[in-house]
């Protein structure tokens, strides 16, 4: 049996957009801490908008919108001084947070979800070199006729990781003593201020 095209090449880009997300950097790292501390719900929306970032920037490249692509290379140093700074703000204030660890089952905090999705959509969007990887890839997939396919299969793909991710991250995190959530709370900050000092230093 033939496979449809689209159906084709939405697997194609779900398979492209898990393996984008798939390195744990610090957005993972992010959402873990966040899974950890919140519950699942606050994870996976952070990932949802490193989701939604990829799929803005994958639908950019694959319109072949030169005109974006050039703007955000052009201001690439900018946008990386301010990612860079956001991920140093998020570490430190991870590292200087007093607050007891959550009790067994029970997250610390309710917070907004759209505070979490939100702060890791502008954090991915911070990072325009993606574009280019998406360019690159596409161009190897040679004629694309239908861009929203695409781009929906790299969304789903993308937000499949986080699920899994931040899924396990929560079965885990009911494991885990609360003095042991207090050492990963002070490693993710130490994590995240090193990514953002590594952005904002070379």
């Known amino acids: 049996m033939t496979v449809p095209g689209e159906v084709l090449l939405f697997f194609r880009g779900a398979i492209l957009g898990f393996s984008i997300a798939a390195p ?3 957005i993972g790292i992010l959402c873990i801490r966040r899974t950890l501390d919140g519950g699942f719900r ?3 929306l952070s990932g949802l908008g490193a989701a939604t970032a990829d799929g ?3 639908l950019a490249a694959a319109l072949g919108l030169a005109a974006l692509s050039s703007f955000l290379l ?5 946008l990386r001084t301010v990612g860079g700074l956001f991920l140093l703000y998020l570490g430190l204030r991870a590292l200087l947070d007093r607050s007891a660890p959550p009790a067994e089952g029970q997250p610390a ?5 759209t505070t979490d999705y939100f702060s890791t959509l502008f954090l991915t969007l911070t990072n325009p070199m ?3 990887s998406f360019s690159a890839i596409f161009t190897g997939l040679g004629p694309i006729l ?3 396919t695409l781009v929906a299969g790299v969304f789903s793909g993308s937000a499949a990781w986080w699920l899994i991710l931040c899924g396990t991250a929560d079965r885990l995190g009911t494991m885990i003593s609360p003095a042991a959530l207090l050492w990963i709370r002070r490693g993710s900050g130490i994590l995240l201020a090193s990514f953002g000092l590594s952005v904002l230093l070379f």
């Open 24 to 26: 744990v950097g610090p």
């Open 42 to 44: 606050s994870g996976f």
């Open 56 to 58: 803005l920037y994958g």
């Open 74 to 78: 052009e201001w690439n140093g900018p």
């Open 109 to 113: 905090r309710t917070a907004p979800g």
């Open 130 to 132: 993606t574009i280019l």
């Open 146 to 148: 239908s861009p929203w």
